[in-house]
């Protein structure tokens, strides 16, 4: 293993392990409420962003994202991926990490089903029946709940659009983060301001230990996309694939195991469809990539 590739290993794996371990921090502060814990994590992540592109000397991909274009974009994917967290973190203090994880879960095969509705992508059979089982398991989690499971479809559509979003908007993840969350940031300033002045309404938290926590939520959220990039950039697409597993898989493990949440057979069956459409999703996309590096290199010797 190259260092390259051993470092884009490491990025990728801290990235997901972060990812995965957001309920904790978010329920250490379940006394804040989601409106507010969300304002605190948009403001702050605009220094934190303005922080890294400082530390990289990146100013010239923040303004190459100052476009017309680029900014009606990143308007749209700002929006998209304040709902995502805005969602996710209303999901964590009503303890339904449960159904959060299982969006996660599916987001890669709803990535391959918008490819194919959307972008004339042609799917293989093995893709066709991936979606086809997670949809069963997204039936069955209906039966269980007794309602859509609405939390897992928002957070895994909103994500899959900012991801297409992202990937046609060809600007720096950091300069395309700042951006995003400059433009978030007036709404969150302006509710901060609305907050403040009512009864009940605080700067930030309750004091003590909430003061850093509350900070932290700016370098929680930048750093792992910043990982992220890093890593994508260095890893085969076929590991990347396997590894966006972790994140979902340690929040389920925290939801079921230390959030004491309800898990029973309905949910096993559930999610058993899931993990099943994952094998046959990642099975096949490993088996595609070396059959199109076999035919790369036979067309490579031939010439």
Known sequence: MSNSIRFGFLCALGCY?????????????????????????????????LFLIFLARNWSQLRAAMTRQHLLWLSISSLL????????????????????SLGYYINPLVNVLIGALFFAERLRIAQWLAVAIATIGVVVMTMALGYVPWI???????????????K?????????????????????????????GQPDGRIIGEGGTDIPMLLLSGPITAVPLILFGLG????????????QYIGPTLQFIISVFIFKEAFGPTHAVAFA?????????????????????????AAASVR
């Open 81 to 100: 991926i304040g709902l995502n967290w805005m969602v996710y973190i209303w999901a964590v203090s009503q303890e339904r990490v449960i159904e959060a």
């Open 152 to 166: 897992a479809l928002v957070l895994c559509f909103s994500f899959a659009f900012y991801s297409v979003i992202r």
């Open 17 to 49: 392990t972060i990812w995965g371990g957001l309920p904790l921090y978010f329920r250490a502060l379940g006394h804040i409420a989601p409106q507010e814990m969300l304002a605190h994590r948009i403001i702050w992540s605009v220094p934190t962003g």
């Open 168 to 196: 046609q908007v060809q600007v720096d993840s950091r300069a395309g983060f700042v951006v995003e969350a400059a433009m978030l940031a007036p709404l969150a300033l302006i509710w901060m301001g609305w907050f403040i």
């Open 232 to 243: 994508a950039k260095r890893l085969r697409l076929s590991t990347i694939g396997m590894m």
């Open 273 to 297: 469809c899931i993990w099943t459409a994952l094998i046959v999703f990642t099975t096949d996309s490993m088996v595609g990539e070396a059959k199109a590096k076999r035919l790369a290199r």
